[in-house]
């Protein structure tokens, strides 16, 4: 008897609630699900008892997205990348009974992960591939130059410091033409996936964000005091480091704000995290929140912030998405958020409900951030109408949508 179509939810790097990976698989498996379609999703090894109970997932995954082993200073990334490959490849190669007509899609990969996807499907005759559609969730690790006397260009980090760009490259030169019968590489950003093209020299899609409403999407016209959310896993390209003094200087100088700094991950940054936890033992308007969000957490943040400051490093952000921007149009959130960034490009497209800064310092990040509350209750609606537009034509359900035309096409 002939089984009906599958979907399978790949990502060896979910493994708990920190950082994106969590919520991208509840938003796209239970839409999924909703639907009817038998679904699997593959987490990694460890992944933690709880979120694998709530996600029905199976422990799969020997080797994490952003596993490090190799330290060696001259071949270290090398020697990850081909071991990284070769793991995946195996453990993508113990999916039993897969058909023609399954879709895989594999979340948020890294140079390894789409190397070994590359050499396992290469292990299977054309006629029984399944579609698989990967999503490239970060940055290529190309560096932008920008000179007054030319266009903007993008070049390639020493392999050493940052080897994504040089093994996206090597690994894209091994595709072919035919390749795009089975395989479809993505971004959720337009201007990333223009990226992505022009480093692999193969078709990149660009996908509908995943990210919904998951508060009430109050309209915050008249919030008072407002609250400055500044929320998810912080790290140095997220701009962390320049938090404490950010957060010292607005609540300085203004009487009509609380601040609520979300770091799910207090030990990455400890210096800055500390300079926080000093400002808040003096100020009662500065609320930390040191917890990994589960959905119910997250929700709860989302819902207490008024503005969501990201001030995040531009070139990190260029060819990458936000989740937090994301959540912040989903949920009627205003957004201040670097220039040329697809944090500035989601904001053009529905209705500039923020502001932005053009330069990477305190002092144009603070300008920003006193231009929102300067001008909060005309932002406060547009970002209400920009949730709107949001539920319809982004989230879990126009996402599937297109994943399934994708298939249908293939």
Not at 81 to 94: C, L, N, P, S, Y
Request: proline fraction near 6%; charged fraction near 20%.
């Amino acid at each position: 008897m002939t089984r009906a179509p599958m979907f399978a939810y790949l990502d060896p790097a979910l493994m708990n609630n920190l950082g994106h990976h969590a919520n991208s698989g509840r938003n796209i498996v239970r839409e999924i699900r909703t639907r009817g379609i038998p679904c699997a999703i593959l987490g990694h090894a460890e992944i933690e008892p709880g979120l694998q109970t709530e996600l029905s997932a199976v422990p799969w995954f020997r080797w994490n997205t952003y596993t490090v082993v190799d330290r060696d200073p001259i071949c270290g990334w090398l020697n990850d990348f081909e071991m990284g490959a070769r793991v995946t490849a195996e453990d993508i190669g113990r999916l039993q009974g897969l058909h023609p007509k399954d879709l895989i899609y594999v979340n948020s990969v890294q140079p390894a992960q789409f190397m070994a996807v590359l050499r396992w499907g290469r292990t299977l005759p054309d006629s029984e591939r399944p579609t698989v559609i990967m999503e490239f969730g970060t940055d290529p690790g190309l560096v932008l130059v920008e000179s007054e006397n030319a266009p903007p260009q993008f070049v390639s980090m020493d392999p050493r410091v940052d080897p994504r760009a040089v093994l996206l490259r090597f690994t894209g030169r091994q595709l072919t033409e035919a390749d795009q019968r089975w395989l479809r590489l993505a971004t959720f950003d337009s201007q990333s996936s223009a990226i992505f093209q022009m480093l692999l020299d193969y078709p990149v899609g660009t996908l509908p964000l995943p990210q919904g409403a998951v508060t009430t999407c109050r309209d915050r016209t008249g919030a008072r005091p407002i609250t400055i959310g500044i929320l998810g896993h912080q790290r140095g390209d997220k701009g962390f480091h320049k938090v404490p003094a950010l957060v010292t200087r607005l609540l300085a100088e203004r009487n009509d704000i609380q601040v609520l700094v979300h770091n799910g991950w207090p030990e990455g940054m400890p210096e800055y995290q500390q300079a926080l936890r000093d400002i808040a033992a003096s100020d009662s308007r500065l609320v930390l929140n040191e917890q990994v969000a589960d959905a119910v957490l997250w929700s709860r943040l989302l819902e207490h912030t008024d503005l969501m400051v990201c001030p995040y490093m531009r070139n990190r952000f260029v060819s990458s998405y936000s989740a937090v921007a994301s959540e912040a149009m989903a949920n009627a959130i205003p957004l201040v958020a670097p220039e040329g960034t697809t944090l500035h490009g989601v904001m053009r497209e529905f209705g500039e409900p923020g502001t932005i800064f053009r330069e990477e310092s305190v002092e144009a990040i603070h300008g920003a951030v006193v231009a929102a509350l300067d001008d909060f209750d005309r932002l406060a609606g547009q970002a209400k109408q920009a949730s709107i537009r949001w539920g319809e034509t982004r989230g879990a359900k126009c996402l599937v949508d297109t994943l399934l035309s994708w298939q249908a096409a293939s």
